[in-house]
């Protein structure tokens, strides 16, 4: 398993945004701002793919490309 780099930020949000989500999740700040992120992340990939609906041949993809979407 690779290490993955972390990075300190300081961040400004509604008090209230975050306790909700907080306790939505049953987690702490960090963890919360972690998961809106690869959530974010995941909605746009997802954008992005519903773009290319029908314009992708199946027969055009190799597994390997497939496969390189999961890094």
Do not use: C, F, Y
Not at 25 to 38: D, F, Q, T, Y
Not at 42 to 68: C, F, N, P, V
């Amino acid at each position: 398993m690779h290490t993955i780099e972390m990075q300190k930020i300081t961040v400004e949000v509604p008090k209230s945004l975050l306790d909700a989500a907080k306790t939505s999740l049953g987690k702490g700040n960090s963890e919360v701002i972690r998961m809106a992120l690869r959530e974010m992340i995941a909605r746009h990939a997802q954008r992005d793919l519903l773009a290319l609906r029908g314009t992708l041949k199946e027969e055009e993809l190799s597994i390997e490309d497939m496969r390189s979407w999961e890094d």
